[in-house]
């Protein structure tokens, strides 16, 4: 298979607030699709991060086959030649509401143990549900909620910028 990747002449790579410049136009052709290669495997491998978070959550699941679903649907959605995966009902959403559901779910979820009321009534929900719960949470305190949220946009938006203009034509 070859595809052709048109890439900048350099890529700037920053790390707690310290850039390297790196000239892409000086690595050879098998070392790019080295790059290539260990990034898919990264994206991949990534996806499984929430894993112990998905079982933990779930009754019915464990670490090892969350792994493989949250692995599954990432490999599913780069075959469809989509980078991220689809939200499903938070698709429509902004991305500050998204990322409002995040934030929001994570501190629900530190907020209430399994085993509490509240958390019983979370994980008895399909998805929509949850997203329900969450949402209200949002909608009734967003001013608490709101800077956190806006500092992990903030942080999200320098993390792209950070990845230059680098185009791929298949």
């Known amino acids: 298979m070859k595809y052709t990747i048109e890439l900048p002449d350099t890529l700037e790579v920053t790390s707690r607030d310290q850039t390297v410049t790196l000239a892409l136009v000086k690595l050879p052709e098998g070392l790019v699709a080295k790059a290539v290669l260990h990034g898919l495997t990264q994206k991949v491998s990534d996806a499984a991060a929430s894993a112990k978070k998905v079982a ?16 599954t649907a990432i490999v599913e959605t780069l075959e469809a030649g989509s980078w991220g995966r689809e939200r499903g009902a938070g698709s429509g959403l902004s991305a500050r509401d998204r990322m ?36 209200k949470i949002w909608g009734d305190n967003e001013k608490a909620f709101a800077p956190a949220v806006d500092e992990a946009i903030a942080a999200e938006v320098a993390k792209k910028d950070a990845l230059g203009g680098i185009t791929v034509t298949l």
Do not use: H, Q
Not at 57 to 68: K, P, R
Not at 101 to 115: L, Q
């Open 100 to 135: 409002a559901r995040k934030i929001v779910g994570d501190w629900f979820r530190n907020a209430y143990a399994k085993g509490t009321p509240e958390r019983n009534k979370y994980n008895g929900e399909d998805g929509a549900g949850r997203y329900a719960i969450i949402d």
């Open 56 to 71: 933990d959550d779930s009754d019915d699941m464990t670490v090892e086959e969350a792994t493989i679903s949250l692995m």
